[in-house]
């Protein structure tokens, strides 16, 4: 199981809350686009049931061409504000007009019915008072989207969770050579 690197963080107020900021990145496949409609980003709260305990961190819709996050590039998926304590799942809302494109055409991406009202990581974190938490979801576009039939493809998402190595902040005063 990862574990975020925390990384200790002023963020001009001593609140019992810290940060988590989740990225989004993909391995190279042979399609020729996977855009993804993120509606939602939310996580979840030890301690509540299934239906309740869920943070919204992030509710701007915005489209990932997820095949333009390889190589070691990333899109920002969502980031806020969270409660210190821990969080076990994190969920996508994916959002209509979804596409795949294959030989340059454009075909819309199947969600599966269960999928509509949230993909669900199970990834468990701490979030600790005045901290930055990094996570990254690693999508596999070429194991999560399979053809069904003639112009019709299905997202069945691949999808690893790992914390971002990060550092931390230095402080000290710096002095001139000749103060030796």
Known sequence: KDNPILVQ??????????RLRLYITD???????VNIVVTRVEVH????????GWVTIDSTTRTHNLLLLTNGA?????????DAGRYTQIRLIIGEGSTVVV???????????????????VHQFEIQ????????????????????????????PVIRVQ??????????????????
């Open 74 to 82: 990333s899109a920002l998926l969502g980031e806020g504000s969270l």
């Open 163 to 180: 914390a971002l190595q990060t550092s931390g902040s230095i402080s000290g005063t710096v002095n001139p050579l000749s103060a030796r």
């Open 129 to 156: 008072s005045n901290t930055l938490y990094e996570l990254m979801l690693d999508f596999d576009a070429s194991r999560s989207i399979h053809k069904d039939g003639p112009g019709t493809y299905i997202l069945r």
């Open 27 to 33: 391995a190279p496949t042979l399609l020729d686009a």
């Open 103 to 121: 030989g340059g055409i454009s075909f819309q991406l199947k969600i599966p019915s269960g999928m509509q009202t949230g993909l669900k990581l």
């Open 45 to 52: 709260k030890t301690g509540y049931d299934s239906t309740s």
């Open 9 to 18: 963080s002023d963020y001009g107020n001593q609140s019992n809350q810290g």
